[in-house]
């Protein structure tokens, strides 16, 4: 690294609690393009609206409730 930098006063990234990370799953083609839909209408990618609503069941501590037919 070069000796004109100068880092003491930097600041921590404030948005370090929020990494992503990537993962593999399996969603179910109707719905990628129910969200895909939602993505056209907001302008919002599809993949960030799926985090969006994964977080903020996260955050209200939604409860799943199945019932199998």
Same mark, same amino acid.
């Given at each position: 690294?070069?000796?004109?930098?100068?880092?003491?006063?930097?600041?921590?990234?404030?948005?370090?609690?929020?990494?992503?990370? /990537?993962?593999? !799953? @399996?969603?179910?083609?109707?719905?990628?393009?129910?969200? +895909? $839909? &939602?993505?056209?209408? %907001?302008?919002?990618?599809? /993949?960030?609206? !799926? @985090?969006?609503?994964?977080?903020?069941?996260?955050?209200? +501590? $939604? &409860?799943?409730?199945? %019932?199998?037919?």
């Amino acid at each position: 690294m070069e000796k004109e930098y100068d880092f003491t006063n930097a600041r921590k990234n404030p948005y370090a609690k929020k990494l992503k990370k /990537q993962i593999t !799953i @399996n969603i179910d083609e109707d719905t990628i393009e129910y969200f +895909k $839909k &939602q993505s056209d209408t %907001s302008g919002i990618p599809y /993949q960030t609206l !799926i @985090n969006l609503y994964l977080a903020d069941c996260c955050e209200n +501590k $939604k &409860q799943l409730k199945l %019932s199998w037919a």
